[in-house]
């Protein structure tokens, strides 16, 4: 039926039964997406300088356009791509750029980006729009439009689109999988795309599959969003190209490769690529962002966040403008409802921790959770008790508490031999420690060193 | 402008339980068997509790004190080695003994190898065999109701039969937390609706070892069903299976290693029991399966996820070990990534494992059994010299059974007992018969346990009533003589000796009383000086021998 090999959804269609797939390992946080899950998209106008970092994307940054004094309109190109892997980006408002300089960003690091005053005005230059049928658009009409609007993984990761899509093997690819999972506690951006745009996200889809003929489709979504499966269900029909797979929810249901696997039975490891597997893997709003691309011609200048946490007063999404800062949005979220003790860009389980909100919304930029408590700061670390849960949830199957026994001790060699660098710093271990070990930042540590070290 | 942010690597949320949440889970989980033990053993078995508690801790505190370590005690592990080590005790032993196995547990085998975490070895089982090898009288003397008896493992090994309902419920001998199957139970369901333990190590190992009791039982011609019930619920092994083997740090932490280990303490406990010198092998199984953790551990390492996937092609499935292990050796392409063990590594590790395993309890079964019989000769000898000293007219003696003397039940320990000698048992009674096959006196085997080291078993003979020249001799004693005594050299020894013995020599009176003063009738006993207890004992066992002399009628 499908050229995935996976009996038991064959045996769901057949029988009917509603089974949620899964790989081994994993965690159940606290969920919290009944905070916004529900709650209508706000359109937020940003009414402060808007700010564009020059690298939002996995690659070489992209090369300034534009210098001070300049106007630009909405859409505008002000920097194109810096070499094969990397990725334009656009103005997502009109006005003057105010200059180039070195800004703080989510990742907390300075970079140089392009400022740009807003003119309040939203002047937008021209978009090329494509109504052709799917079966006559050509490869190269989609791969540059795809390009030309500087679309980026907008999972968290960045990787320039049109260079995923350009794999090696094109031929042997038989699978492209929508990861619409969100398996990160509070996150609920994609879930709102899915409910309020799924025709687009599903035309994003048909426009990838047409690159790959003889590929199918499959939605993964996790079964903690019933309406939304529903949804996608109905839409689909009896589209025999797309199938709706329902995951198991749990934390990290979404990761790359646990997904493929649990998509498709298929294995990669840490050396490997999707595409070693026969399969692209492609966020939601990235899929959105395609059909936004090729359809309408828009380029990728707003993206969904997740304003969340019980230190905000009114948790929602929010469609932000590319560029916009992120002390604006927890004003339009309705400000503090009490003071928070940390700000996290992302996901509580991979985010990053922010020390100010003075900085800018990038492309990668998917949440701003606001904690009224520190977890973490909250219990001191202690003895290893060889209790086995970390070995028992972690979903690259290695040894937690080994490799962080290993990288404190330095032990670059017998740590890469245990599986190190198959970590994929998830931080289930972490998370599940009784002894409240920092076995996450020990590995990642040492993976970083690794890498480092290969390099030179 | 916001108030100072904390900033944290990721990730930014922990779960609820903590490592003192776990030790706590325990604690309450054993409760049920503490409650039960204390029932069945009073008050000096719940001094014992509290005095492990507090020492342990008290133990774990000083050494962190003394060391400039940071003070752990409120993990509560400490709190739960000491409860766990006094559930293994005997409910009479000696409060100092408990103590001194509490300290061997805290310091020797917990911190001085590294604190929490880091012990090779199960603290509170080590610290009952440190105290088995040391103190054995004292660590295998069992009381129930307050009369010394056999555990009802002893009573299986020697061949009698057992009354199942007690064992499961825990009204019989032995240690504190061990008698309770049902209390156990339970407290091993809380931990696993509570997560802390799998289910896997213990099952795994009572069903390896009720397998190897049931194959035994068939072999040997036992009730298999009732036998292996009654091995499951008695000694050890349900507190050993449920609390002592999933012991943390003494376990393999990987899922495979768990099966494994459930294995092999299922069969060391087996040959252990079954051909080891005592009836109980759970806690020696126990420890020598931790030290074959580190090579479980290693042989049963998890293959992280898509191990090798890149030397298939993009259509990667997951295929046998054997021919992954081939491809390995011979690509560079896992760059480093050291192959967790291959097929036949983790078969050889494995069967080094089975091995050892058996080699050793074989070794411990064949020494008990090839010495049992030597043994069996040597006491046999004794007896029958000591029945010689005792009887020396007799030309032959011939066991008899109770119902040969009255059927008075005298051989059943109770009997005894509720007649007003808890401390005394009826080993043997004989008939001394002269050549003509006629009956002259009676010889019997007695043991008493308040003996200042131990047991006492001694042989007294006693001559029935006669004429001589007319005149009717009563009954007397014709001579005291020693199958065993542990008693000081020098003093309670002095026992043996001719001139204490011969004080017995008399007619047989209602009851024989010790005195320091000097004695002043036949019934008086000069007391053996710096030696009462050792005095007591004996004094004991003979008006025990005494009293059911007189119940065999017909003999006077």
Redesign the interface.
Known sequence: MYGVKYKYLFLMKKWGIFMSITFKGGIHPYEGKELSEDKETLEYLPKGDMVFPLSQHIGAPAKPLVKKGDRVLVGQLIAEAGGFVSANIHSSVSGTVKGIEARLTVSGSKMNSIIIENDGAYETVEYHTNDKPIEELTREEILDAIKAAGVVGMGGAGFPTHVKLSPKNADEIDTIIINASECEPYLTSDYRRLMDEADKVIEGLRIVLRLFPGAKGIIAVEDNKPKAIKLLREKLGGDTDIAVNSMKTKYPEGAERQLIYANTKRYINSKMLPADAGCIVHNVDTAYAICEAVREGKPLIDRLVTVTGDAIANPMNILVKIGTNCSELIEAAGGYRQEPEKIISGGPMMGKALYTTDVPITKGASALLCMTKDEVAECEPSACIRCGRCVSVCPGRVMPNKLARLAAANELDEFIACGGMECCECGCCSYVCPAKRHLTQTIAGMRKLVLSNKKK | M??T???????????K???S??MFDVIIALIPATVVGLYNFGLHAALLVAVCILSCVGFEALYQKAMKKKV?VL?F?AAVTGLLLALNLPPELPVWMAILGSAFAIIVVKQLFG????NFMNPALAARCFLLLSFTKYMTTFVYDGVTSATPLTVLKQGGSVELRDMFLGFIGGTIGETSAAALLLGAVYLMLRRVISPKIPLVYIGTFASAIAIYAAATGKAVVDFTLAQLCGGGLMLGAWFMATD??TSP???VGKIVYGVVLGLLTFVLRIFGASAEGVSYAIIISNLLVPLIEKAT??????????LK??????KDKKAESKTEENSE?T????A?MDGKGIIKAIAAIFVITLVMGAALGIVYNVTKEPIADVNEKAKQEAYKEVFPDAAEVVPVTDEEIGGYDHLNEKFLHEQGYPNDTIDEVCFANDENGKTIGVIMTVTNSNGYGGDIQMVIGFSLAKEVDGKVQKRSITGLSFLSINETVGLGMQATGEDFTSQFKVPVCEEFTYTKLGKTNDTEIDALSGATITTSAVVDGVNAAMHIMSMIGGYK
Do not use: C, M, W
Not at chain 2, 6 to 13: A, D, L, M, R
Not at chain 2, 313 to 318: P, Q, R, T
């Open positions: 916001e108030n942010l904390k900033i944290s690597s990721s990730p930014h949320v922990r779960s339980t903590s490592t949440d776990i752990t993990d592990s604190g929490l975490g880091q943390y740090v932490i990987t899922s390492a998890p293959r992280p996820f898509g191990y090798g996937a890149e092609g993009n259509k990667a499935e997951k392409a760059s480093g990534l050291k967790p």
